[in-house]
C-alpha cells in the first residue's frame, strides 16, 4: 500500500505559479499511474491531470491544457504539477492519487489519495 502526502500548495496572485508535489512511501512509486485532481468549495472533485506508470503518457483537463504540466521521478518516489498563468478559477484543494491499474480521468478508479494541498488564486 503506497501512501501519499502533496505539498507546495498556498497563495498566489493571478498569472503566477507553483508547483505541487506528491511524495510517495510505502512502496515503489513505478507501480502506480498516478492524478491530479481538485475539489473546490461547494464543487465536485474534478480532474486534472494523470501520468503513466513510466511517464511516457500523459493527459490533462481542458482548462488547464498549456498552463500545467504533470512529470514524475520515479528515482525519488515522487510526482509534481507544475502550474503557470494560474487563474482564480484555479482555486481549490488539490489531491494526488495513485492506482497500480488505472490511468484515466475517473477518480473513482483511484484507490489511494493523499490528504490535499490548498492553491489559492488571487484576482
Known amino acids: 500500500q503506497v501512501q501519499l502526502v502533496e505539498s507546495g500548495g498556498g497563495l498566489v496572485q493571478a498569472g503566477g505559479s507553483l508547483r505541487l508535489s506528491c511524495a510517495a512511501s510505502?512502496?515503489?512509486?513505478?507501480?502506480?499511474?498516478m492524478g491530479w485532481f481538485r475539489q473546490a468549495p461547494g464543487k465536485v472533485r474534478e480532474f486534472v491531470a494523470a501520468?503513466?506508470?513510466?511517464?511516457?503518457?500523459?493527459a490533462y483537463t481542458n482548462s488547464v491544457k498549456g498552463r500545467f504540466t504533470i512529470s514524475r521521478d520515479n528515482a525519488k518516489n515522487t510526482v509534481y504539477l507544475q502550474m503557470n498563468s494560474l487563474k482564480p478559477e484555479d482555486t481549490a484543494v488539490y489531491y494526488c492519487?495513485?492506482?497500480?491499474?488505472?490511468?484515466?480521468?475517473?477518480?473513482?478508479?483511484?484507490?489511494?489519495w493523499g490528504q490535499g494541498t490548498q492553491v489559492t488564486v488571487s484576482s
Open positions: 492519487a495513485a492506482d497500480q491499474y488505472y490511468y484515466g480521468n475517473y477518480p473513482h478508479e483511484y484507490d489511494y
Open positions: 501520468i503513466s506508470w513510466g511517464g511516457g503518457d500523459s
Open positions: 510505502g512502496h515503489t512509486l513505478s507501480s502506480y499511474a
